[in-house]
């Protein structure tokens, strides 16, 4: 099934998929039941086996996280928002920021294989028999470079709670689990061509080589998502460069999905392998997670979360310094669903709103940077909003609305600056 044909559901929208899949949900519910007990992890198993991490085994992030760059929370560490300042458009790899349910794993790209196999392809090879492609196959390919933002479903989390008063789960996340980068690699659809895709195909569900996730004791397998093949052919690339230089090995070296605008759980990294079925496909990825759930949504939650939504963020430290005199502020705005037309700032809390002065011409994969002149009329702590609008409308509320594991905050958030 492919977009683009009036009469077929376009399949990169969200609810037109879930509308098609919806069909086979009571297969989904069986296969979501059914997996808790089956994979549930006996307490003897070694810590290797369950993915949990041992004080001797090193650290989950390779690269280093200097405190000025980084705020750590376990395998996870999100961007200081004032490491963008002065930086270009890019965010250079040793301030983007890290998101591994487990430990970044060390990989050699030798002997590394992507494999494909699964229903959807001619023959229908088995996992034992899939489709292989080395290392110097993929580089081999016709390459093509995007720049893309990858954004976490849970990037501003912590507002949930620190604005709205609201209990989630997850890492309490500010607005720095976000990054742009300039991606280069080869097409996916490319590769899935070459492996034999048939036109029955309907879902891919790519995998990483790290280790089993283990999600409060019961084993979920590796980390891996299913696909819709509309947008695995449309837009997504599997990517072996981040702006001009290898994958470093915690952005998924040596080969990783980038699924452009789409929240960051669908870029795999560390891929190991593809199912191309023709059927659709179920991981705990898009039926217990990047799901919305809570009052308001059914039991098996909203359709899953593909797009991001609209943010914008100051790039200054939070609780930042200002002198009391004229000076220039600056961020960045983007959104998932299309090309930001404009970026409006508050400095009296939401009162009254004006326009910054947007310096790219927006990109709807990428972010859009503005400034705003400013010149603070009294001393004292004072919020700044930014509120950005993108091409479809979508625009930033006061409130988000609550879902209990607080993916998608997408309100105004006000960031507290002291005038001295
Ligand atoms: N194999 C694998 N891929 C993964 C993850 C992971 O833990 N394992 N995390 C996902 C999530 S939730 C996000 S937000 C992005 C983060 O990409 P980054 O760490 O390069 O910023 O990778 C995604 N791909
Ligand atoms: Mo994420």
Sequence with gaps: MRSGNGKEPDLTDEAAYESVRALSRRGMLRLSAGAGAALAVPAALPAAATGARAADEGPAIVKPLPPELFIPYGTNAEMRWEAMRGQGLLTPADRFFV?????????????????????GLHGSPGEERPVRFSYADLLRLPSETITAFIECTGNARGFYTSQQGQQVSGTPWKLGAIGVARWRGVRLSTVLRLAGITREAVDILPRGLDADYVDKGENLGRVRRPLPVAKAMK????????????????????????????????????????????EPLYSPWNTRFYRLFGPGYPPEGSPPVTRANVK???????????????QVLRGRSWSGTGRIRHTEISVDGGATWRRARLLDRPDPRGWTRWEFPWRPH????????????????????FNAPYNTLGYLFGAVVRHPVAVS
């Design 312 to 326: 914008s963020a100051f790039e200054l430290p939070w609780e930042a310094s200002l002198p009391a005199a004229p």
């Design 378 to 397: 009294s001393r004292g702590p004072h919020e700044l909003l930014a509120r950005a609008t993108d091409e479809t409308g979508a625009s930033q509320p």
């Design 99 to 119: 998101r591994n349910h487990v430990a970044t794993p060390r990989i050699d790209a030798r002997t590394w294989r992507l494999k494909l196999w699964g229903t």
């Design 235 to 278: 837009d997504v690339l599997l990517a072996y460069e981040m702006n001009g230089a290898p994958l470093p090995p915690d952005h998924g070296y040596p080969v990783r999905l980038v699924v452009p605008s789409w929240t960051g759980i669908a870029s795999i990294k560390w891929l190991g392998d593809i199912q191309v079925a023709a």
